[in-house]
């Protein structure tokens, strides 16, 4: 077993572990997130994040339902995450969707949604979404509802994922209940220099995708584990790149969800407590060359909110 993982509080009382598992699944057979989920039930993880798009929440509740039977962890000692989709964003559409999730993920309720990005498209509609796909974004509609889940039990916490600081702000305008968690890409060589302290300020937790950049995905790049500073850390500590950027993720007070079904990586990834960065590692990384390794251009539309992804990140790039 490896050294227990250690938690962020959040503001509405709950905690976050530090580390979760991410499940994205873009083909493949579910039963390698059945597979990795039970072994990183074993190595430590009491994090899962999933998401409706992900189409990993069944498999997800299949490895939990497997492990609260056999007694390998308790519903209170795991944390799960999941997200709202696009076409879900009308109001009325909300509680179904997470009614949904709850009974793929066979649980009473969700530890944390997120509304997965600030956009709105057709039921039905494509990935990445045709220009007659996109609607007019309404997120104080779709937080409203998001809201009433809160209330009803469904949902103990609620937030967000790639919001940027003034989609935050407009959102902050009008939310009764202050969203706990923003979940963005996150890593050395995108620190979020703008929307972390932001958060920070506001009392709103940052989790970070990608943390090392996803190389193994089709997805995915190795700009992360293949940054020369960090390599150069990494050889120091007599640990790996992917270590090296996790551990800056969590010593610098975000929760991180590397994804993985590989036993070896995922025993690997969650070894990052017992151990640290010294002040002159973290001003080493602080000094990295930023630039976001996703932009997501697929979701930029003439006919879209966001022509290019200047709008979509409002000039964080």
């Known amino acids: 077993m490896a050294s227990a993982v250690v938690s962020f509080p959040l503001n509405k009382g709950k905690s976050i572990p530090a580390i979760g598992l991410g499940s994205v699944l873009l083909d493949g057979d579910q039963s390698q997130v059945v597979n990795a989920v039970l072994h990183a039930i074993k190595v430590g993880y009491r994090h899962f994040d999933t998401a409706t798009l992900y189409g990993t929440e069944g498999a997800l509740g299949e490895a939990l ?27 009325e559409d909300v509680l179904s969707a997470v009614k949904k999730s709850l009974s793929l993920l066979q649980i009473d309720y969700i530890d944390l949604y997120l509304i997965h990005w600030p956009l709105r498209f057709k039921k039905g509609s494509a990935m990445p979404p045709k220009e007659d796909e996109y609607l007019p974004v309404d997120i104080k509609a779709t937080w409203q509802a998001l809201e009433k889940c809160v209330e009803e039990g ?7 994922s790639n919001f940027t600081v003034e ?16 979940q963005v890409e996150r890593h050395p060589v995108w620190q979020q220099k703008k929307l972390k302290p932001f958060c920070d300020a506001k009392g709103i937790h940052v989790s970070g995708w990608s943390p090392i950049g996803a ?4 997805y995915g790049t190795q700009i992360v584990v293949s940054n ?46 017992s151990w640290e960065l010294s002040d002159d590692d973290i001003t080493q990384l602080s000094k990295i060359e930023q630039h976001r390794a996703f932009p997501v251009k697929e979701f930029c539309s003439p006919k879209g909110p966001y022509k290019n992804i200047e709008e979509l990140w409002d000039g964080d790039i």
Do not use: C, M, Y
């Open 228 to 273: 020369p500073v960090i390599q150069s850390i990494a050889d120091k500590h007599g640990k790996t790149a992917a270590q090296v950027a996790l551990r800056w993720g969590v010593q610098t007070g975000a929760s991180v969800l590397p994804k993985s079904f590989n036993s070896k990586r995922i025993a690997e990834n969650f070894d990052i407590f």
């Open 215 to 218: 190389p193994g995905a089709i």
């Open 65 to 91: 339902a497997e492990a609260f039977k056999n007694g390998l962890v308790r519903r209170e000692e795991v944390f799960i995450t999941s997200k709202l989709w696009s076409s879900d964003h009308e109001p």
């Open 167 to 182: 989609k935050l702000t407009s959102l902050l305008d009008h939310a009764k209940i202050v969203p706990s968690v923003n």
């Open 154 to 160: 469904l949902i103990h916490a609620i937030g967000v």
